[in-house]
């Protein structure tokens, strides 16, 4: 009888050692998921404001060549605080379309502007026009100005807007076609890096020269 005792008041301490153990782990597991509840609570809160920059940043495969430290004049940072005219003569693929501006004495007219778009040809882009052409167009002020402002349109077209049709500084109309992230201007000029933000312009850098209709 008295093993038996024994037996029945080890198996009793067993028992109550194992409830508290129990009640412990439940308290335990319960502050536990508290917090993991609360940092899931947090990513998903955080998530719209991490995606809403998104939106307005440029887009494009040809975006890579731009220089991505903020220091350098060609980079989107530097871009956007200085006016279209400068902002182009800092970016590394645009050497060309600087040079004409220049030539065409349009680059303070473009800083000057309240508000454009550039559709802005990148240096491969005027390197598909054959070297004894591109000269003489380069020595035509008349009508290197006339190619330049076709590629301006006086009012700011944000991705949602840039579908469709745009009466250009020179007087006629360029059509932009395409949705999202790809767009192509006239039917041949793929718009390669856009949303480019400068401090008057927003900027949409093209594969191909634009030519107006004559």
């Known amino acids: 009888m008295r093993a038996f005792k024994l037996v029945a008041v080890a198996a009793a301490a067993v028992f109550a050692l194992s409830a508290t153990a129990a009640c412990g782990s439940s308290s335990d597991d ?31 495969a040809g975006c890579a060549a731009v220089p991505t430290d903020p220091a350098n004049a060609g980079s989107f940072t530097a871009m956007a605080k200085v006016p279209v005219g400068t902002a182009a003569a800092g970016n590394p693929v645009l050497k060309t379309l600087v ?17 454009a778009t550039v559709f802005a040809p ?3 882009a005027f390197a598909k026009i054959p070297a004894a052409d591109l000269q003489k167009v380069l020595a035509d002020n008349k009508t290197l100005t006339g190619i330049l402002t076709y ?39 793929m718009v390669i890096c856009g949303n480019v933000q400068t401090a008057n312009a927003i900027v949409y ?9 004559a």
Request: cysteine-free.
């Open 30 to 60: 319960k502050d536990t998921a508290a917090p993991a509840m609360t940092t899931g609570a947090a990513t998903t809160m955080a998530a719209p404001s991490s995606a809403a920059p998104m939106s307005d940043a440029p887009f494009g």
């Open 99 to 115: 040079t004409a501006a220049k030539q065409a004495n349009l680059v303070d007219s473009l800083n000057t502007l309240p508000a």
């Open 122 to 124: 990148t240096d491969s």
């Open 151 to 189: 590629h301006v349109v006086p009012e700011k077209l944000t991705p949602a807007q840039l579908a469709g049709s745009h009466k250009t500084l020179q007087g006629t109309e360029l059509a932009v076609t395409g949705s999202g992230t790809s767009f192509t201007v006239n039917g041949a000029s």
């Open 205 to 213: 850098i093209v594969d191909t020269v634009l030519m107006p209709k």
